[in-house]
């Protein structure tokens, strides 16, 4: 399976709640679920012409909200390793690890979560040495304090 998916950010600070308008909210509902839309068929989804929906769209990018678009390719063989790198960060937010983190292809999904641990990365891997490479890589960005690995020995549910 191959999605393509866009990777939001928090609201930026130079950003205001009524900055983001119900059509920004659209875009960005749309955007988070068909990241390959094209920019024709968002308009007419939205009711603005292509070239005013284009300009939302650049602006809600240039400002950070959206921080960029990827391939998220599932599992193309079984000899792929899954795990979970749990980080503890000396302060957050921390949106350089978070870049770093989006520009690795091992990484699936980051999520930001609450209590002990800061950020739960979701990685895939070919191998235990690929996974080890990768922990030590990220256990050596600036603000990452603890970094926990768990491997997945197998998924009892999965949904889509």
């Known amino acids: ?12 600070k130079e950003f205001s709640v009524q900055t983001i308008d119900a059509t920004d909210r659209t875009i960005l509902s749309i955007l988070s679920r068909e990241a390959r839309i094209p920019m024709k068929s968002l308009a007419g989804r939205i009711g603005l012409s292509r070239s005013a929906t284009a300009e939302r769209v ?6 950070g909200l959206i ?8 599992q193309l063989e079984e000899g792929q390793i899954e795990a979970f790198l749990m980080v503890t960060l000396k302060r957050t937010p921390s949106l350089g ?8 292809s091992s990484v ?16 895939s ?10 922990r030590n890589d990220v256990a050596q960005f600036e603000n990452v304090e603890d970094l926990t690995t768990s491997i997945v020995l ?4 999965e949904r889509s």
């Not at 650049?58 to 400002?63: H, I, P």
């Not at 921080?67 to 599932?74: F, L, S």
């Not at 891997?125 to 990768?134: D, H, M, W």
């Open 1 to 12: 399976m191959f999605v393509i998916t866009v990777i939001l950010s928090a609201l930026p």
């Open 108 to 123: 699936r999904r980051v999520s930001s979560v609450s209590g002990q641990l800061d950020l739960v990365v979701e990685v």
């Open 125 to 134: 891997v070919t191998s235990i040495n690929a996974l080890n490479e990768l």
């Open 58 to 63: 650049a602006r809600l990018e240039k400002t």
């Open 154 to 157: 197998r998924r009892e549910i």
């Open 97 to 104: 690890v978070l870049d770093r983190l989006a520009g690795l």
């Open 67 to 74: 921080r960029g678009y990827r391939a998220d390719i599932g």
